[in-house]
């Protein structure tokens, strides 16, 4: 059962949300070009099976790549004992169960931490400086090359990892880390559009009959109540499919000066704001109707919603299965070079892999698993009125389950060179500005 409205998100500390907001105002970050920054070098074999000299290699679907295991960095031996702990994890925050957690120290007899931290750049730094150990890490996925290149996270011995025959096999195999050998998957998520039907009046059947469903955006009609998340690679990409431009890592001016463009008419059209907190939080509100929408946050909406509102008119479309294509993700969890308790973090990570595990931290966080035996039509529930859903996903939300298929057909954004990864940090700060 989806676990109750007031236990979902915690504020007070900064959530991966509240990361993506700072980041796209200017306020946190470094781009993921900045943390791959300094990583070149050329391959060698050493002994041992192991490599020697460190290169950066970032993946791409159509070039898939297999990260390197280094002579100095080897993973640890089969069959020990897990150590007595406490587990130390550094985590976004609000981005664990907490009483999943509670599971496994009871389940292995150990204590465990639960340390945040407030952008990646910070995170990788308490790592590499070696400021503090922890034994599990959830690094995002653009930024595991540079981890790798730089020996700050050890390899995964898959002996103690049998549970992760019960995750997607495309993701066992992941492009970014083929063969897993550092990462294992964590959520999964497609970015699309959410609308409230009492406030547009639309189905999902209207969407698909567009030539291009993100035209949506673009009616002056819905001026004052259309939203596009605060993030310049999300918010841009809406631009690119728009055109019908599908290389959402395009590295080319032009292709990017399309996309401002468009997002400047928009601007002007339907007073469009940025927000990281329009889809899951405003949405419920009223004070938006139609915003760019991640399929986890659409999950979460029915817990916002307003005392006594019904939470149906909630809608949400992935274009990604037409031809006006759309993104994937995921995330991903991983073990750091210096952890004080590597066996018992391998342990975790075959833990979470676990079916009923990762559901039932998938009844609190509201990101789905990419778990083989999850059946889509079960985690459908009905809206109970005493305020929560009877199931997982709210059955006005279908269109917010990811399926295997849609990562065969969705786009991918990955890290970019810093030069391109400027131009395109440019052109959304000339769309915030105005022009």
Not at 353 to 364: E, G, I, P, T
């Amino acid at each position: 059962m989806v676990r109750h409205p007031a236990e979902r998100w915690c504020r007070l500390r900064m959530s991966r949300r509240e990361f993506l907001r700072r980041t796209a105002a200017g306020l946190a970050l470094p781009s993921a070009a900045a943390i791959l920054a300094g990583c070149g070098g050329r391959r060698t074999a050493g002994g041992g099976g192991g490599e020697e000299t460190p290169e950066l290699r970032v993946g791409t679907p159509g070039n898939p790549v297999e990260l390197q295991i280094f002579d100095d960095n080897p993973p640890i031996a089969d069959g020990l004992d897990p150590e007595a702990g406490p587990l130390r994890i550094f985590n976004w925050a609000d981005y664990f169960w907490k009483r999943v957690l509670n599971d496994f120290g009871e389940l292995y007899g150990v204590e465990w931490e639960y340390v945040t931290f407030y952008n990646m750049e910070e995170a990788i730094s308490k790592i590499e400086t070696g400021e503090a150990d922890f034994d599990v890490f959830f690094p995002t996925i653009d930024v595991v090359p540079g981890l790798v290149a730089r020996k700050l996270l050890q390899p995964l011995n898959h002996s103690y990892l049998p549970n992760l025959e019960n995750v997607w096999p495309s993701l066992r195999d992941p492009f970014y880390d083929k063969g897993s050998r550092y990462t294992v998957p964590y959520t999964i998520y497609h970015t699309g559009i959410g609308w409230r039907t009492d406030m547009v009046p639309m189905e999902v059947a209207d969407l698909e009959a567009m030539e291009n469903p993100y035209d949506v955006f673009w009616n002056e009609d819905l001026a004052g109540i259309v939203g596009l998340y605060d993030d310049y690679r999300e918010a841009l990409t809406v631009g690119l499919l728009r055109n019908g431009i599908k290389d959402v890592n395009t590295q080319d001016p032009a292709a990017i000066q399309t996309a401002q463009d468009d997002l400047l008419q928009l601007v002007d059209l339907v007073d469009l704001r940025f927000t990281i907190d329009g889809a899951y939080a405003k949405l419920p509100e009223g004070v938006f109707g139609l915003h760019q929408a991640w399929s986890g946050d659409m999950v979460a909406t029915p817990y916002y919603f307003p005392a006594g509102s019904d939470p149906r008119v909630a809608r949400y479309y992935w274009p990604g299965r037409g031809p006006a294509g759309g993104t994937v993700g995921n995330d991903c969890l991983a073990i750091p070079r210096n952890a004080r308790n590597p066996v018992l973090a391998h342990h975790f990570l075959n833990y979470y892999c676990d079916f009923k595990v990762a559901m039932k931290n998938f009844s609190w966080v509201g990101y789905q698993p990419p778990q083989t035996r999850v059946d889509p039509e079960a985690l459908l529930g009905p809206w109970n009125e005493k305020g929560w859903v009877d199931g997982y996903v709210l059955d006005t939300l279908a269109t917010a389950i990811v399926y295997p298929e849609d990562f065969e057909v969705g786009l991918r954004h990955v890290g970019l060179p810093a030069q391109a990864d400027q131009l395109w940090q440019n052109a959304f700060a000339t769309v915030k500005a105005g022009g």
